[in-house]
T-cell receptor, first 112, second 114 residues
Framework: GEDVEQSLFLSVREGDSSVINCTYT??????LYWYKQEPGAGLQLLTY?????DMKQDQRLTVLLNKKDKHLSLRIADTQTGDSAIYFC????????????FGKGTRLSVIA | GAGVSQSPRYKVTKRGQDVALRCDPI?????LYWYRQALGQGPEFLTY????????KSGLPNDRFSAERPEGSISTLTIQRTEQRDSAMYRC????????????FGPGTRLTVT
């Protein structure tokens, strides 16, 4: 079955790097996504990676995918207080425009 | 351009009443998805549409929940005879029909059943 696991909390100091980890169970996942949810706001799509890629970099964000271990990570360089939010990992299992399966989210707290 | 909009943003209703939640997707987006998010959880899939056709409704919890998208644009999620356990954030997303099928979410409707 489909299952996406994330650790629930992460605390880092401002200026340090944050690494948020995610594991998924379905090896047929086609795309994997990272969303950010700030208090009282909707889900904001941060970045995504196609399953045949190992890494994707987008400004301060680096996504690493280890397909063998079904492990996905999001690294935020130079973490700022504005990065404090809940980060959700999500997988799309089937090709085409199909629903996403989300993890429970990791709450990132940035200490000034 | 305009993002996904949902209305109402907040809805408080008494147990047993019917509610209708509305989603207006990004213009030109073929697909529309409904998710439900309980406190401390990630969004869980309810149902989705391509154009006006409902593709999958396997996530709807029971037959009190229904959804429609009659003209392939705005969608309505209806919950009949609401129960307290229906209280949650209901989120709508839309996407194009091309890779990577990025789903863009609306602000959500917070439903409270008293």
């Amino acid at each position: 079955g489909e299952d996406v696991e994330q650790s629930l909390f992460l605390s880092v100091r401002e200026g340090d790097s944050s690494v948020i980890n995610c594991t998924y169970t379905d090896s047929s996942s086609t795309y994997l996504y990272w969303y950010k949810q700030e208090p009282g706001a909707g889900l904001q799509l941060l970045t995504y990676i196609f399953s045949n890629m190992d890494m994707k970099q987008d400004q301060r964000l680096t996504v690493l995918l280890n397909k063998k271990d079904k492990h996905l990570s999001l690294r935020i360089a130079d973490t700022q207080t504005g990065d404090s939010a809940i980060y959700f990992c999500a997988e799309r299992i089937f090709s085409g425009n199909t629903p996403l399966v989300f993890g429970k989210g990791t709450r990132l707290s940035v200490i000034a | 351009g305009a993002g996904v909009s949902q209305s109402p943003r907040y809805k408080v209703t008494k147990r047993g009443q019917d509610v209708a939640l509305r989603c207006d997707p990004i213009s030109g987006h073929v697909s529309l998805y409904w998710y439900r998010q309980a406190l401390g959880q990630g969004p869980e899939f309810l149902t989705y549409f391509n154009y006006e056709a409902q593709q999958d409704k396997s996530g709807l919890p029971n037959d009190r929940f229904s959804a429609e998208r009659p003209e392939g644009s705005i969608s309505t999620l209806t919950i009949q005879r609401t129960e307290q356990r229906d209280s949650a954030m209901y989120r709508c997303a839309s996407s194009l029909a091309t890779d990577p099928y990025e789903q863009y979410f609306g602000p959500g409707t917070r439903l409270t059943v008293t």
